[in-house]
Protein backbone atom coordinates (compact mmCIF):
# COMPACT_ATOMS: atom_id res chain seq x y z
CA UNK A 1 0.00 0.00 0.00
CA UNK A 2 1.14 3.88 -0.30
CA UNK A 3 2.19 5.92 2.40
CA UNK A 4 0.30 9.24 2.48
CA UNK A 5 0.88 12.65 4.18
CA UNK A 6 -2.19 14.57 5.37
CA UNK A 7 -1.51 17.99 5.91
CA UNK A 8 -3.84 20.49 7.47
CA UNK A 9 -3.47 22.99 9.96
CA UNK A 10 -6.92 22.43 12.01
CA UNK A 11 -6.68 19.21 14.82
CA UNK A 12 -10.35 18.34 13.75
CA UNK A 13 -9.56 18.18 10.44
CA UNK A 14 -6.53 15.82 10.96
CA UNK A 15 -8.51 13.69 13.35
CA UNK A 16 -11.07 13.26 10.97
CA UNK A 17 -8.45 11.68 7.93
CA UNK A 18 -6.99 9.74 11.11
CA UNK A 19 -10.21 8.11 11.68
CA UNK A 20 -11.63 7.56 8.05
CA UNK A 21 -8.19 6.37 6.60
CA UNK A 22 -6.74 4.24 9.95
CA UNK A 23 -8.48 1.21 8.56
CA UNK A 24 -6.67 1.99 4.94
CA UNK A 25 -4.01 -0.16 4.85
CA UNK A 26 -1.79 2.39 3.54
CA UNK A 27 1.19 4.17 5.90
CA UNK A 28 -0.05 7.69 7.53
CA UNK A 29 1.59 10.73 8.51
CA UNK A 30 -0.14 14.05 9.36
CA UNK A 31 1.34 17.97 9.41
CA UNK A 32 0.42 20.84 10.88
CA UNK A 33 2.17 23.32 8.54
CA UNK A 34 3.98 23.77 5.39
CA UNK A 35 7.17 23.74 6.94
CA UNK A 36 6.04 20.35 8.53
CA UNK A 37 4.91 18.77 5.39
CA UNK A 38 8.17 19.88 3.69
CA UNK A 39 10.31 18.22 6.35
CA UNK A 40 8.38 15.11 6.81
CA UNK A 41 8.34 14.90 2.81
CA UNK A 42 11.83 14.11 3.49
CA UNK A 43 11.84 11.62 6.06
CA UNK A 44 8.67 9.75 5.51
CA UNK A 45 8.84 9.80 1.72
CA UNK A 46 5.34 9.89 1.00
CA UNK A 47 4.11 8.90 -2.31
CA UNK A 48 0.83 11.07 -1.84
CA UNK A 49 0.62 14.26 -0.39
CA UNK A 50 -3.12 15.39 0.63
CA UNK A 51 -2.55 19.14 1.30
CA UNK A 52 -4.53 22.00 2.66
CA UNK A 53 -3.93 25.82 1.05
CA UNK A 54 -4.62 28.16 4.28
CA UNK A 55 -2.07 27.76 6.57
CA UNK A 56 -0.42 29.74 8.96
CA UNK A 57 2.82 30.23 7.81
CA UNK A 58 3.99 29.08 4.97
CA UNK A 59 0.76 27.89 2.74
CA UNK A 60 -0.01 24.73 1.02
CA UNK A 61 1.34 26.01 -2.67
CA UNK A 62 4.00 27.03 -1.79
CA UNK A 63 4.85 24.14 0.71
CA UNK A 64 3.66 21.83 -2.57
CA UNK A 65 6.26 23.70 -5.17
CA UNK A 66 9.22 23.11 -2.13
CA UNK A 67 8.21 19.35 -1.97
CA UNK A 68 7.65 18.69 -5.88
CA UNK A 69 10.61 20.52 -6.55
CA UNK A 70 12.73 18.12 -4.51
CA UNK A 71 10.48 14.91 -5.43
CA UNK A 72 8.84 15.04 -8.61
CA UNK A 73 7.44 11.66 -8.07
CA UNK A 74 5.62 12.56 -5.55
CA UNK A 75 1.69 13.22 -5.68
CA UNK A 76 -0.49 15.74 -4.43
CA UNK A 77 -3.66 16.40 -3.49
CA UNK A 78 -5.32 19.41 -2.59
CA UNK A 79 -8.12 19.79 -0.08
CA UNK A 80 -9.08 22.83 0.47
CA UNK A 81 -12.12 25.21 1.75
CA UNK A 82 -11.21 27.52 -1.07
CA UNK A 83 -12.50 26.90 -4.76
CA UNK A 84 -11.33 30.13 -6.07
CA UNK A 85 -7.55 29.02 -5.37
CA UNK A 86 -8.32 26.55 -8.24
CA UNK A 87 -7.75 28.72 -11.00
CA UNK A 88 -4.21 29.70 -9.18
CA UNK A 89 -1.61 28.65 -12.03
CA UNK A 90 0.28 27.27 -9.19
CA UNK A 91 -2.24 24.86 -7.92
CA UNK A 92 -2.27 23.25 -11.24
CA UNK A 93 1.30 21.53 -10.24
CA UNK A 94 -0.98 19.27 -7.86
CA UNK A 95 -2.84 15.89 -9.42
CA UNK A 96 -6.29 16.82 -8.26
CA UNK A 97 -7.72 19.44 -6.30
CA UNK A 98 -10.77 19.20 -4.15
CA UNK A 99 -13.04 21.58 -2.23
CA UNK A 100 -13.32 20.11 1.31
CA UNK A 101 -16.30 18.02 2.19
CA UNK A 102 -17.50 16.25 5.58
CA UNK A 103 -18.11 13.28 3.10
CA UNK A 104 -14.32 11.56 2.49
CA UNK A 105 -16.30 9.56 -0.58
CA UNK A 106 -15.05 11.91 -3.17
CA UNK A 107 -11.29 12.07 -1.31
CA UNK A 108 -10.92 8.53 -0.94
CA UNK A 109 -12.30 8.20 -4.55
CA UNK A 110 -9.33 10.97 -5.68
CA UNK A 111 -6.54 9.08 -3.71
CA UNK A 112 -7.69 5.88 -4.86
CA UNK A 113 -7.61 7.12 -8.43
CA UNK A 114 -4.44 9.69 -8.59
CA UNK A 115 -2.34 6.27 -6.80
CA UNK A 116 -3.76 3.71 -9.94
CA UNK A 117 -2.55 6.67 -12.24
CA UNK A 118 0.55 6.52 -10.51
CA UNK A 119 1.04 2.77 -10.51
CA UNK A 120 0.84 2.96 -6.13
CA UNK A 121 -2.02 1.62 -5.75
Same mark, same amino acid.
Not at 48 to 76: F, Q, T, Y
Given at each position: %? $??????????? !???????????????? $???????? $? !??????? +? @??? !?? %???? %? @?????????????????????? !????? @??????????? $?????? +?? %?????????????????? +??
Amino acid at each position: %M $AKILFVDDEHA !IRLLYEDEFADSGHEL $AFADSGDM $A !IELSRSF +K @PDL !IV %MDIR %M @PGMDGLEAMSRIVSEDNEVAVI !INSAY @PHHKEDFSSWL $ADAYLV +KS %MDMKALKNTILEVLQKRG +KA
